[in-house]
């Protein structure tokens, strides 16, 4: 197990007087710290007074720290935390392109939370480059289920455009045949072209069944 980091005597008088010191004294003596040595500390912090300083903290500020923070260790004043905190912590993570970040954080939620939060951020692009690494595609494809077709086949374009068609067969096939077949309603022949062989292995072959014409005609070389 890796050693903890030590803690520098303004942070061990920080955790000694968190209890009594006032939230207005708290904030900028965190800040002071910095966002790494505030990662470093958070952990050793009681879960109570850990949610009140981070709801008191710079949205930035937290995106900067949680880089350096497993969201494992604070996950009790983590989950505590309203969605529209998540959200906005988020929102900042895909502006600073630490999708990665974005994504061990998000896969602590419920697929609730995870739906409320893909709906906030309204990008499908970044939404994908945070699925890239989830690990739990379960939780996505749990999160995505009522979302409109619309809105998935947006998002499989997306995929495609980045050179990620993994993510979204990974994300479709674990869909119902029929919302499948409703969202390849969505895409660009092109697109349908180039899903259709993995999904339909994926279905075992049952897919082409809930097909409209116009889609069994544009795939129907493709079997």
Same mark, same amino acid.
């Given at each position: 197990?890796?050693?903890?980091?030590?803690?520098?005597?303004?942070?061990?008088?920080?955790?000694?007087?968190?209890?009594?010191?006032?939230?207005?004294?708290?904030?900028?003596?965190?800040?002071?710290?910095?966002?790494?040595?505030?990662?470093?500390?958070?952990?050793?912090?009681?879960?109570?007074?850990?949610?009140?300083?981070? #709801?008191?903290?710079?949205?930035?500020?937290? *995106?900067?720290?949680?880089?350096?923070?497993?969201?494992?260790?604070?996950?009790?004043?983590?989950?505590?935390? /309203?969605?529209?905190?998540?959200? %906005? #912590?988020?929102?900042?993570?895909?502006?600073?392109?630490?999708?990665?970040?974005?994504? +061990?954080?998000? %896969?602590?939620?419920?697929?609730?939370?995870?739906?409320?939060?893909?709906?906030?951020?309204?990008? $499908?692009?970044?939404?994908?480059?945070? *699925? +890239?690494?989830?690990?739990?595609?379960?939780?996505?494809?749990?999160?995505?289920?009522?979302?409109?077709?619309?809105?998935l086949g947006k998002l499989t374009e997306?995929?495609?455009?980045?050179?990620? $068609?993994?993510?979204?067969?990974?994300? =479709?096939?674990?869909? /119902?045949?029929?919302?499948?077949?409703?969202?390849? %309603?969505?895409?660009?022949?092109?697109?349908?072209?180039?899903?259709? $062989? %993995?999904?339909? +292995?994926?279905?075992?072959?049952? =897919?082409?069944?809930?097909?409209?014409?116009?889609?069994?005609?544009?795939?129907?070389?493709?079997?």
């Amino acid at each position: 197990m890796a050693k903890k980091p030590d803690l520098s005597i303004a942070m061990r008088l920080l955790l000694a007087a968190q209890g009594a010191a006032p939230l207005a004294l708290k904030v900028p003596v965190v800040l002071q710290l910095g966002p790494q040595r505030a990662a470093q500390l958070a952990p050793h912090m009681a879960a109570a007074q850990l949610r009140e300083l981070i #709801v008191a903290l710079p949205i930035e500020f937290l *995106a900067q720290a949680v880089v350096h923070l497993d969201p494992r260790r604070i996950l009790e004043a983590y989950l505590s935390l /309203p969605d529209s905190l998540h959200l %906005e #912590v988020a929102r900042q993570l895909c502006v600073d392109r630490e999708f990665a970040t974005a994504a +061990r954080y998000a %896969e602590c939620l419920s697929a609730k939370q995870v739906k409320v939060l893909i709906f906030g951020l309204n990008s $499908p692009e970044n939404v994908l480059q945070i *699925a +890239r690494h989830i690990r739990d595609m379960d939780l996505i494809v749990q999160a995505l289920r009522t979302f409109s077709s619309g809105y998935l086949g947006k998002l499989t374009e997306a995929a495609i455009a980045d050179g990620n $068609p993994a993510v979204a067969v990974r994300v =479709l096939s674990g869909l /119902p045949l029929q919302r499948q077949a409703d969202v390849c %309603e969505e895409l660009r022949n092109t697109t349908l072209k180039l899903l259709y $062989p %993995e999904l339909l +292995r994926a279905s075992n072959n049952a =897919l082409g069944t809930h097909f409209s014409l116009r889609l069994k005609e544009a795939t129907d070389t493709l079997g």
